[in-house]
Each structure stands twice: as structure tokens, then as C-alpha cells.
């Protein structure tokens, strides 16, 4: 199956700035979503990321807090704007081909808000 | 999407064979069985996924009862690599989104 790399693994940054995350998957994928996982937590969808259209926000999630790109089929960000403590968790993306009909996932990134 | 219910922890004896199960009492007919786990510190891994029928590969099996309502995730050599949290979640396939529950976390000790 395809493989994932997202960047950077972890972080540590200041409240009210911002992060952007990176992933860039090795073949072409049909659906591409993100994920946080706040700690000792399940995961929670934040959004899927349309490729040439504004991304799909799960109830709670607002484009504002969390713009996402995905200018092709094989690379998407997700921005984590003006950071709180509150925001400190593992994003996740991860992707799927209409094919495979599974998800896989990168490896998260880890972050922290001072 | 249809819910499900798991228990939250399981305990198995390294080379025993750990039996996870999972209840989608509301599945709808054309909603699939998913098993992903996480190991500590890493993405989700998909595992295994069926519809109707049982089904093997090489990492695990996986028992789907006849009326659908609930399955059962089988490792059959657990060792201690295997420890991790096994999410169950039925979903529709073509790219519908995925959206996980609490989990089990399986403990495999020597």
C-alpha cells in the first residue's frame, strides 16, 4: 500500500502562532483525511481534505482554526492557527485509494503549545 | 455511520490466541467491518475487513456472525508486539470517511 510522510514528527511552539503540517503521499490517493488525537484519546476527524476545493469540517472544526490545502492527489497541509495549550495532540493524515478500500496513515505529528 | 462497542482492555498470554470482540448491533447492509490497531507512538495500522464472509490474511481472522451484529478480531499467535489498542468501526467502502471509537487495549504478557 501507499506510504506517508508527514512533517515535522513533532514541535513545540509558542501560543498564538501557527503550525503547518505537511504530507506527501508516494502514489496518488483518492481521499485524504485529518485526524487529532489529544492524549490518551481516541482519534478525532477534524476534516477531508478535497483536492481543488475547500476541504469537508467535521462538527467542531472550523476552516479558520484549521485551513487545509490539497492542490493534487498526492500532498495536502494542515495549518493549526493561532495555537493555545489546548491545541497540544497528535495530527494524523491519512489516505485512502478507491481500490485498497483502507485507510493508511502517517506517522503524526506531535505537538506541543507552551 | 453505524457505532460500536468494544471493551476498553483485554489481557492475552504471549503465543495464546487473543479474541477481541466488537458489537455493530446497528450495521446497515452495505457497511463493512474494519479492524485498524495502534501501537504506541504510531499511525493506526489497517489489519483486516469483511462484509459478510470470514476472513483471513496474514495478520489476523476475523469472525463476522451471521446477523451481522457483532464480530470477533482473532490474532492466533499473540505476541508481544501485538499489545496496542484494535479499533472496530463499520464503514462504508469508496472513501467514505472513518471515524473511530474508544478501542480495546490489548495487553499480551509473557
Known amino acids: 500500500s501507499a506510504v506517508i510522510s508527514q512533517k515535522p514528527s513533532r514541535d513545540i511552539c509558542q501560543r498564538g502562532t501557527s503550525l503547518t503540517i505537511q504530507c506527501q503521499v508516494d502514489?496518488?490517493?483518492?481521499?485524504m483525511f485529518w485526524y487529532r488525537q489529544q492524549p490518551g484519546q481516541s482519534l478525532t476527524l477534524i476534516a477531508t481534505?478535497?483536492?481543488?476545493?475547500?476541504?469537508?469540517?467535521e462538527s467542531g472544526f472550523v476552516i479558520d482554526k484549521f485551513p487545509i490545502s490539497r492542490p493534487n492527489l498526492t500532498f495536502s497541509t494542515l495549518t493549526v492557527s493561532n495555537m493555545s495549550p489546548e491545541d497540544s495532540s497528535i495530527y494524523l493524515c491519512?489516505?485512502?485509494?478507491?481500490?485498497?478500500?483502507?485507510?493508511?496513515f502517517g506517522s503524526g505529528t506531535q505537538l506541543s503549545v507552551l | 455511520d453505524a457505532k460500536t462497542t468494544q471493551p476498553p482492555s483485554m489481557d492475552c498470554a504471549e503465543g495464546r490466541a487473543a479474541n477481541l470482540p466488537c458489537n455493530h448491533s446497528?450495521?446497515?447492509?452495505?457497511?463493512?467491518v474494519y479492524w485498524y490497531r495502534q501501537i504506541h507512538s504510531q499511525g493506526p495500522q489497517y489489519i483486516i475487513h469483511?462484509?459478510?464472509n470470514n476472513e483471513t490474511n496474514e495478520m489476523a481472522s476475523l469472525i463476522i456472525t451471521e446477523d451481522r451484529k457483532s464480530s470477533t478480531l482473532i490474532l492466533p499467535h499473540a505476541t508481544l508486539r501485538d499489545t496496542a489498542v484494535y479499533y472496530c468501526?463499520?464503514?462504508?467502502?469508496?472513501?467514505?470517511?472513518?471515524?473511530f471509537g474508544a478501542g480495546t487495549r490489548l495487553f499480551v504478557k509473557a
Open positions: 491519512s489516505g485512502m485509494t478507491a481500490t485498497n478500500e483502507k485507510l493508511f
Open positions: 502514489s496518488q490517493v483518492t481521499m
Open positions: 481534505a478535497n483536492q481543488g476545493s475547500e476541504a469537508t469540517y
Open positions: 446497528t450495521i446497515s447492509g452495505n457497511e463493512y
Open positions: 469483511g462484509l459478510k
Open positions: 468501526i463499520v464503514s462504508r467502502t469508496g472513501g467514505f470517511k472513518t471515524i
